[in-house]
């Protein structure tokens, strides 16, 4: 049924049950598992994006430096995830499922959307955090913007982050 799956990651703890439905239903279909994390200030472990005007926010530190405390942050965020991902994708691998991963920076529910279309991808799995209501609308929901605008099949699987 399935030949190619598209799992999203983030960097939460959640990100491991998302990862093992992802796994769970290559491995049934004998897909191959394409693994996907977004970079985005969106994340919630993101390093918090530089203002625009930086004086106003840090009028102790000079922009040089602050660019440069964010850079690093940035940068050590970025590894992060390549890690996670090239972990994931070892176990992938070891169990015998096909897989491969990427890392883009952008805005994550319209990244997901297109990286599935590119791939050709039959299915995304997807975590939800369980916000709804006003909640959902203030924070946005990456998983309620990929439902609504993926050409195919998505898989929403509800997480509870810990409190």
Known sequence: ?????????????????????GLSLA???????????????????????????LDEVYPATGNELTLELWREQWDKFEKQGIESLQHRCDQ???????TDFQQIVGSPGKTICQVAKDLGAEV??????????????????????????????????PTQEPA
């Not at 990651?9 to 049950?17: I, Q, R």
């Open 1 to 21: 049924m399935f030949t190619k799956v598209l799992v999203a990651l983030d960097m939460s703890e959640s990100a491991k049950v998302v990862f093992s439905q």
């Open 27 to 53: 491995e049934k279909y004998q897909a191959h598992l394409h693994l996907l994390h977004v970079l985005s200030a969106e994340e919630e472990s993101s390093p918090v994006p530089i203002p625009l005007n």
């Open 92 to 98: 992938a691998v070891s169990v015998g499922v096909p």
């Open 124 to 157: 995304i799995v997807i975590g939800h955090r369980g916000r709804w209501g006003l909640a959902e609308i203030l924070m946005g929901s990456v998983s309620n913007y990929v439902f609504h605008h993926a050409l195919c099949c998505v898989l929403v699987v």
